[in-house]
């Protein structure tokens, strides 16, 4: 498999239990390079937009207010295989599912509250990623 980019969020609830590094270095230890990262605060706009696809879903607006409660790091990582390997360093989505030594069993407080978000194909990471990064914010 070529090397392949994933977009990643660590979410309110780590950065404000001071996770960033933690979480960064299990991203690197798996092998993924960080190649774009910054500390925002997402709008509600942004945040509607980009999980829009769930808007239907009964924990919408409940989705939207976690995740423009707090700072968030927006990240580019690369490797081989990256959208799948970063899903499988997260762990379910459900941390109370997620295999023991992923981000989300280890920090993750709720099915909501689970720490990270990662791509889930690398049609949606090309989206994603542009969504939140200018092509000289990401430096490979
Ligand atoms: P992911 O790809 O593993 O992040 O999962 P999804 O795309 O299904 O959901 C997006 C995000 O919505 C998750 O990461 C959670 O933060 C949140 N979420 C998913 N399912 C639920 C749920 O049943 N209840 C609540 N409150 N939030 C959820």
Do not use: C, W
């Not at 909501?112 to 090309?126: L, M, R």
């Amino acid at each position: 498999m070529a090397s392949e980019r994933t977009f990643s969020i660590i979410k309110p609830d780590a950065t404000k239990r001071n996770l960033t590094g933690a979480i960064n270095q299990k991203i690197e230890a798996a092998g993924l390079r960080i190649i774009g990262q910054k500390r925002i605060r997402m709008s509600q706009t942004q945040a509607e937009g980009f999980y829009g696809v769930h808007k239907e879903r009964p924990f919408f607006k409940s989705l939207v207010s976690f995740m423009t409660s707090g700072p968030v790091i927006v990240q580019v990582l690369q490797g081989d295989n990256a959208v799948l390997k970063y899903r499988e360093v997260m762990g379910a989505t459900d941390p109370a599912k997620a295999n023991a030594g992923t981000i989300r069993k280890e920090f993750a407080e709720s099915i909501e509250a689970n720490s990270v978000h990662g791509s889930d194909s690398a049609e949606n990471a090309k989206i994603e990623i542009e969504f939140f990064f200018k092509p000289e914010e990401i430096v490979d």
